[in-house]
């Protein structure tokens, strides 16, 4: 049972960097676009927020699961990077200027 998690985890978890790091990405140019405006609907920032809710709760039920501390370390270090994300979207959309992400990495 562990060992599927296991292998699923580590199998999920460059799939989880890469999107996160598209997403900053993507990020980026809105941010500096819309640098002390508030956005009231911007269709990009509303299609990444509900997949990153949905990967927090996910990840948030993976952990009770979880019997190994360096996949516990790894699903909240997703965890965190995640919700830093969710953070930005709503800083963007308040039209608060915050640094930019950097890419996340292993």
């Given at each position: 049972h562990t060992h599927t998690h296991t292998h699923m985890l580590l199998h999920c978890k460059q799939?989880?960097?890469d999107y996160i790091n598209t997403c900053r990405a993507l990020l980026k140019p809105i941010a500096s676009q819309y640098k002390g405006r508030k956005v009231e609907k911007h269709e990009i920032l509303m299609q990444m927020t509900v997949p990153f809710l949905e990967i927090q709760s996910r990840l948030n039920?993976?952990?009770?699961t979880l019997q190994t501390e360096k996949l516990i370390d790894l699903t909240l270090k997703l965890g965190e990077e995640v919700h830093l994300t969710v953070e930005w979207i709503n800083a963007i959309q308040q039209g608060r200027d915050i640094k930019p992400l950097a890419d996340v990495s292993f």
């Amino acid at each position: 049972h562990t060992h599927t998690h296991t292998h699923m985890l580590l199998h999920c978890k460059q799939a989880l960097f890469d999107y996160i790091n598209t997403c900053r990405a993507l990020l980026k140019p809105i941010a500096s676009q819309y640098k002390g405006r508030k956005v009231e609907k911007h269709e990009i920032l509303m299609q990444m927020t509900v997949p990153f809710l949905e990967i927090q709760s996910r990840l948030n039920t993976l952990i009770v699961t979880l019997q190994t501390e360096k996949l516990i370390d790894l699903t909240l270090k997703l965890g965190e990077e995640v919700h830093l994300t969710v953070e930005w979207i709503n800083a963007i959309q308040q039209g608060r200027d915050i640094k930019p992400l950097a890419d996340v990495s292993f």
